[in-house]
Every structure is written in structure tokens, then in C-alpha cells.
């Protein structure tokens, strides 16, 4: 159940601190609870997801939006198994990162704690509010959830099952919240309760993130965009280069670590290009490239790159194509038009390699391997709030240890400082 904007800051504050002592044993029982509820409401949900599936709102939407939007007895299955991965984790709160006695004699410690209330700003995915829930419950947090208009049903009923397993395993009333409205006001309230979010965290593209640098008064971590590329080297294993760019593009085009350009070198642009572009236009992808990669394309439709196609997150089956000297000219050009997310070579040179992951800067950076496993869930995680672009506070996806801060505890036995 949603809750009015003005209140929401306010009750996720007062269960912060309550969370921050809970046990792991607690926050576990009520992940435990989650992935049940998960199952047991799972037609309840699909229902949701169905409706707002047929809402006038989304009937605009790009296929692979609708695809962000969907949800299924499999996505729901996997989002279950996400929270029990979650719940698998070590918990990081109080975990002793430094423990040491000063030349005071005094005895520090620095300790993993919770940042307090995590406000999350996301689109379309209903299967964010779960991840986010189960993230921020297991490191002690509570979460204040703003979700897509085109999902309002879909996070509803998720948000519900977080809701329920809390209060029915004893956690604080006000742990998981959910905004209601998708309006630009509730956003500006959000974004400007200063001392009471500690965090907001925006999921979405480059409009969310512009709407946000101009009215936040909170610390903002952006889950930002994801320009993604792949690179084929020269030296590169063409069929493993033809798997990897494919994968990278069409397994789940709508997402942000799908790539959206493939760089090419110029010296197997002529024997690469042909069968991965046709690949490509096979599985309904449109492509554009630059002069040379057209050249190369061997009569397989290839429009011309405009300038802004380097730059875009398409999030859909359209794909740029570049051809490039050398190494150096990729890294370059992954540096100048990338957003920092992910970005892959293919080579057999473990000196090119080590060149584009010493050079590329990324939030990850691939040898030999699809853009795509960017993904909390992938890395071990269990899941993810988002994928952070910036470099402080984290970077890459953002999972449980990304949630905490530290304190310093000090011990002693009446020391003055001289």
C-alpha cells in the first residue's frame, strides 16, 4: 500500500533505527518470508502486472520496455531466488574493517553500519522493488520506494509481500515504503528530506538524472545510463567475437548493460562484420554505422551513424557499428562517448587486454565476455539496487557492502589528551 509523500520520510526514518539493531537472524526470517509470499501471491501478481500491461499508459511503450515492465511465473521464481541469495550473504553490518590500539592506549575499531533510509527512484521494472527490499532490509536499512506510473499495480502488490513479511517476522512497521504518485513534486519532496534520506538512488535515463541534479539537497548516488561497447581486436577469435557482440545486444536488449556499439578493427572489419551484422538484422536489430563499417557491411542494411548514435543509450534493438585503427583509437572512443558502465574487448592478446582494462574507464571492463553479466545477481550479490557509474561512494553494482558506511568506536580507560 502506497503512502502519502509528506509522511513517507518521516515513518522509514523512525524504522531506520530500529533496523539498524535488528539481528541477522530477524532480517533473515523476514527475506525467508519474501521469496514464500513470492510464491504463494504469485497469480495475485501477474494479475497486477496484467493490468497495468493493458492500461492505456503503456500501450505506448517500446517493445523493450514492455519487456522491462513484464513479469512472469520465471521472473517472479527468479526474483524469489534473489532474495534468498540475499538472505544467503554474510550480513555486513559490524563487520570490523580496522581494529587496532593507538600510542594513546586507547583500543578503535571501525565498524559497518547502515546509511539509515534509502530512497530509490526507478521505472519500469516492478522487480526492482523486491531486489531493493531485500537489499536494504539484509544491511539494516529502510527503503523508500518511487516507482513508474506504468507500474503502479505491478509495485503494489510486490511491495505488499515486502510489507507483510516484515510485520509478520517483527521488523519495524515503515521498513519498506512505497511512494504514492509519480508526479515531479513527489520527487522534489524526496529528494530535498534532508535528515531524514540519507541516500537516493535513481534508476533511470538521462532526464530522471538532470530533473534530480537540479533539485536534490540529498546525497545522490546515480545508477546511471549504460553506453556499453564491444571491441574486436585484431587478433581476436572471430566466432568468440560473433557470440559475445550478439549476446551482448539481443539476450535483453532493454537494459543497461546491453551494448549499444560494436567497434571493430580495421584489419578484420572485412571478414567479421558481414556475418555478425547479419546476425544482428536477422534478430530484428537496425543498424547504423560509420563509413567504413558500411563498406564492410558486404550488402547487409547499415544506415549511416549520425553523431548523436555514438552517444545514445538506445535500450532497444538498434545497434551503432564503428571500424577503428587500433587499439588505442577504441579505447579512445569508449572513453570519449561511453557512460562508465561496462565495456568488453575480444582478443587473444593478453598485452591488448591488459592495455583496455588498465585504460578504459569503467565501472567494469571485460576480456573475452558479454557486457551482460554486469549484474549483481551475477557477481554474487544476490541482487542489485542499481549500477553505479560514479566513483564515490561505490562503483559497479550496487549491493549490500555499498549500503553501509562506518563508525569509528573508541575505547578507553580515562585517557585525556595532552
Known amino acids: 500500500m502506497a503512502t502519502a509523500t509528506r509522511n513517507v520520510p518521516e515513518i522509514a526514518k523512525r524504522a531506520s533505527r530500529g533496523l539498524a539493531a535488528a539481528t541477522t537472524e530477524a532480517k533473515d526470517a523476514a527475506?525467508?518470508?519474501i521469496a514464500e509470499l513470492l510464491h504463494e501471491r504469485a497469480r495475485e501478481i501477474l494479475e497486477a502486472n496484467a493490468q497495468d500491461l493493458a492500461d492505456e499508459r503503456a500501450a505506448g511503450l517500446s517493445e523493450a520496455l514492455r519487456d522491462r515492465l513484464t513479469l512472469n511465473e520465471e521472473r517472479i521464481a527468479a526474483m524469489a531466488d534473489g532474495v534468498r541469495e540475499v538472505a544467503a550473504l554474510p550480513d555486513p553490518i559490524g563487520e570490523v574493517l580496522v581494529e587496532r590500539t593507538l600510542a594513546s592506549g586507547l583500543r578503535m575499531r571501525k565498524v559497518r553500519v547502515p546509511l539509515g533510509v534509502i530512497a530509490v527512484v526507478y521505472e519500469a521494472r516492478p522487480n526492482v522493488s523486491v531486489d531493493c527490499a531485500a537489499l536494504t532490509l539484509k544491511s539494516g536499512n529502510a527503503i523508500v520506494l518511487?516507482?513508474?506510473s506504468y507500474a503502479a499495480r505491478s509495485n503494489s502488490a510486490l511491495v505488499?509481500?515486502?510489507?507483510d513479511a516484515v510485520a509478520e517476522t517483527g521488523l519495524p512497521d515503515g521498513s519498506v515504503e512505497l511512494l504514492d504518485g509519480a508526479g515531479r513534486s513527489e520527487l522534489t519532496e524526496l529528494a530535498t528530506a534532508d535528515g531524514l534520506v540519507d541516500l537516493l538512488?535513481?534508476?533511470?535515463?538521462?532526464?530522471l538524472k538532470e530533473a534530480l541534479k537540479a533539485v536534490a539537497t540529498v546525497p545522490v548516488m546515480y545508477a546511471a545510463a549504460g553506453n556499453c561497447h564491444v571491441y574486436v581486436h585484431e587478433d581476436a577469435d572471430l566466432e568468440m567475437a560473433r557470440a559475445v557482440a550478439f549476446n551482448a545486444k539481443v539476450q535483453r536488449p532493454g537494459v543497461c548493460n546491453a551494448a549499444e556499439t560494436l567497434l571493430v578493427s580495421a584489419s578484420v572489419a572485412k571478414r567479421f562484420?558481414?556475418?555478425?551484422?547479419?546476425?544482428?538484422?536477422?534478430?530484428?536489430?537496425?543498424?547504423?554505422g560509420d563509413e567504413r563499417a558500411r563498406e564492410a557491411a558486404d550488402g547487409v542494411a547499415i544506415g549511416e551513424a549520425a553523431d548523436a548514435d555514438w552517444d545514445t543509450e538506445y535500450l532497444g534493438m538498434k545497434m551503432a557499428v564503428g571500424v577503428v585503427d587500433s587499439l588505442p583509437d577504441a579505447i579512445a572512443h569508449v572513453n570519449r562517448h561511453g557512460t562508465g558502465h561496462s565495456e568488453a574487448i575480444v582478443t587473444s592478446s593478453e598485452k591488448a587486454a591488459e592495455a583496455f582494462t588498465?585504460?578504459?574507464?569503467?565501472?567494469?571492463?571485460?576480456v573475452n565476455a558479454s557486457t551482460r553479466f554486469t549484474d549483481g545477481f551475477e557477481f554474487g550479490m544476490g541482487a542489485e539496487i542499481g549500477n553505479s557509474t560514479q566513483k564515490l561512494h561505490a562503483r559497479g553494482p550496487i549491493g549490500l557492502r555499498e549500503l553501509t558506511t562506518f563508525k569509528y568506536v573508541v575505547r578507553g580507560e580515562g585517557q585525556v589528551r595532552d
Open 358 to 366: 588498465e585504460d578504459v574507464d569503467a565501472a567494469v571492463v571485460y
Open 160 to 163: 505488499a509481500v515486502a510489507r
Open 201 to 207: 538512488i535513481p534508476r533511470g535515463g538521462e532526464g
Open 273 to 288: 562484420l558481414p556475418a555478425i551484422l547479419t546476425d544482428l538484422r536477422q534478430a530484428g536489430v537496425e543498424l547504423v
Open 31 to 33: 527475506l525467508g518470508r
Open 146 to 148: 518511487r516507482g513508474s
